[in-house]
């Protein structure tokens, strides 16, 4: 197969592409403009009447095999409509047909619609408004049904999270990508920060960033120290257009390491430690967090008793990893490391306390 032949094969399939999400079809021109922008379209060295004539080509000549009456095979044919003619013909799907580029995509839809909802409050304005717009194409391409029997449910309550300011997370957006000092109001202060990245946890947006200072009513401090910021509780934030900043030693700022650390303690991070816990073990014998499920790949049984497991595991130190063990004190006891075992205590003691009246 020679290069033009593969060059003409990807114009067809990009042509076809654009044709499946295109809501209002495409013109030869609108095509041209498209592929003329793809490494594999090979004819810019043509005139540009030769090459729109060629546009008009690739788009008839999928048109007679997928259009009204086309040449294709039932379920191939009369999917495509065309308004006007040549140079002026506009080409788009057919109200109600399915045009089947990827039939693997089309098998995916409900899952993918099912997956980008959850995701859709999770990400930031402007990858939310591309993932919308996909979602839309989407559920155009095919009829979707809600009653899909596939769900995501999350581990834990689904509490209605605090809204972050539409402006705030847009703005830190656009400071996130260049790289811009931002400044805003946060509990009580005034805060000048070098924004690094962001992520979401429970709903919640986060930033983190470096921040260069603090001021309150009572002090202005020089800090330079990296924080975790809430986004929502963000106010009066601005973006400094004309002071972007380096992130110098940290150029290679990695976020996964950062919540990897003591940092992400509170957001279900934090750094790993090895654990000993004694696992219940029921009537039967069973104990669902060793016989079912592992906290970690390399968790080790170290001792079988009649009633209960020896348990040797790695775990995240974070607030979340205390929060399952209380959770599930009925049949898990920490044993080390022991201020560990003794945070759960007091929390447990303090919980009993509340509910003691």
């Known amino acids: 197969m020679s290069a033009k032949a593969f060059g003409d094969f990807y114009c067809y399939l990009h042509c076809m592409n654009l044709l499946s ?5 495409i013109t030869p021109k609108e095509y041209l403009d498209d592929v003329r922008k793809e490494p594999f379209y090979y004819r810019g060295d043509t005139s540009k009447e030769a090459q729109q004539k060629w546009a008009e080509r690739i ?15 039932n379920g191939h044919n009369d999917l495509l409509i065309r308004e006007g003619i040549a140079s002026k013909a506009r080409y788009k799907i057919r109200e109600g047909a399915e045009f089947d580029v990827n039939p693997g995509l089309h098998e995916s839809i409900a899952i993918l619609n099912t997956i980008g909802s959850q995701l859709l409050e999770r990400v930031l304005p402007a990858a939310g408004s591309k993932l919308s ?5 989407l559920s155009r391409s095919k009829n979707v049904s809600n009653t899909a029997p596939f769900k995501m449910i999350i581990g834990s309550y689904d509490l209605i999270a605090p ?5 705030v997370l847009s703005k830190l957006e656009s400071a996130l990508e260049n790289r811009l000092v931002v400044s805003f109001e946060y509990e009580g202060s005034r805060c000048e920060v070098d924004p690094y990245a962001s992520f979401v946890y429970q709903r919640s947006f986060y930033l983190v960033g470096l921040e260069r200072y603090r001021k309150s009513t009572e002090s202005s401090l020089m800090l330079g120290d ?26 290679d700022f990695c976020l996964h390491d950062f919540l990897s650390s003591s940092n992400g303690k509170m957001v279900n991070g934090g750094e790993t430690c090895e654990v000993v816990l004694k696992m219940k073990r029921d009537t039967d014998g069973y104990n669902k967090f060793v016989d079912e499920y592992k906290l970690s790949e390399c968790q080790k049984i170290e001792e079988i008793a009649d009633n209960h497991y020896i348990v040797r595991a790695q775990a995240r130190d974070s607030v979340v990893f205390k929060s399952w063990l209380i959770n599930n004190a009925d049949c898990v006891e920490i044993l080390k490391p022991l201020q560990l075992r003794t945070d759960v205590i007091q929390d447990i003691k303090h919980a009993m306390s509340v509910y003691a009246h």
Request: hydrophobic content about 25%; glycine content about 8%; overall charge positive.
């Open 21 to 25: 999400i295109k809501e209002h079809g």
């Open 163 to 167: 809204a972050a300011d539409y402006t």
């Open 226 to 251: 990296y924080r975790t910021y809430k986004v929502h509780n963000i106010n009066n934030l601005e973006v400094h257009s004309t002071q972007s900043f380096s992130m110098g030693n940290q150029k």
């Open 59 to 73: 788009l008839e000549s999928i048109y007679k095999y997928h259009g009204i009456q086309g040449d294709g095979p």
């Open 133 to 137: 717009k996909a979602l839309t194409l």
